[in-house]
Structure formats: structure tokens, C-alpha cells
């Protein structure tokens, strides 16, 4: 990712959380808990911890491929074993305008 895109240099180092999708259902089912226009929760059995910033990079097919593409602070974490499937909840920090737009595009369905 160019941190240009984003502002300039990094104050703190940055995690990449990156996967590929073969749909936008697919990444609804497999990999998120919810998605916002603010953030996404991200299911996973070893979550990073709270205030973590992260490189998100999610590739999905809406009409064609698409990639979601920004930065993101990790807010929220759920253990495993619990009742509650485990995983971070992660605001958008800062995402590209094109992402932004393809997320409003995937709300909408």
C-alpha cells in the first residue's frame, strides 16, 4: 500500500489484514461479523490487540472485482471461547475514495 495515498508517514507501525473474497456475500458470511460505514468486525480465533492500526485490503466481486483499500484502528476484541463469535471490531481510520464509494455501493444491496 502507498502511504502517500494516506497522508504521508506512518506514526505507528501498521498490521496488514488482507484477504480475497469471491463474493460480497462470501466476505459477509466468512469473514465479517457486520460491516458500517465506520468500520467491520473481523472474525478471527487470534484478534489483534486493542488500539492496533492496520492496513485493510479486502478484494471482493460486486459487479466485477473490487478492493477495498485503507487503514483501520482496531477498537474492540472478543476472545475466543466465549459465547460470541471471537474476532476485532476495526474502525476506518481512512479509506480511499474509491473504497469508500464501493462500500457505500455494497451497504446499499
Not at 74 to 84: E, F, M, Y
Given at each position: 500500500m502507498d502511504e502517500r495515498q494516506f497522508g504521508g508517514q506512518r506514526k505507528e507501525p501498521r498490521v496488514n489484514v488482507n484477504r480475497e473474497f469471491r463474493s460480497?456475500?462470501?466476505?459477509?458470511?466468512?469473514?465479517?461479523?457486520?460491516?458500517?460505514?465506520?468500520?467491520?468486525?473481523i472474525?478471527?480465533?487470534?484478534p489483534l490487540a486493542i488500539g492496533t492500526e492496520v492496513n485493510l485490503?479486502?478484494?471482493?466481486?460486486v459487479d466485477e472485482i473490487e478492493t477495498i483499500e485503507g487503514l483501520g484502528k482496531?477498537?474492540?476484541?472478543?476472545?475466543?471461547?466465549?459465547?460470541?463469535p471471537p474476532g476485532m471490531g476495526?474502525?476506518?481510520?481512512?479509506l480511499t475514495s474509491y473504497s469508500q464509494n464501493?462500500?457505500?455501493?455494497?451497504?446499499?444491496r
Open positions: 460480497v456475500e462470501q466476505f459477509i458470511v466468512e469473514y465479517v461479523q457486520n460491516i458500517s460505514q465506520s468500520g467491520v468486525f472474525k478471527s480465533d487470534d485490503k479486502f478484494t471482493v466481486i482496531v477498537v474492540r476484541v472478543v476472545a475466543p471461547g466465549g459465547d460470541d476495526v474502525i476506518f481510520t481512512k464501493l462500500l457505500e455501493k455494497i451497504l446499499s
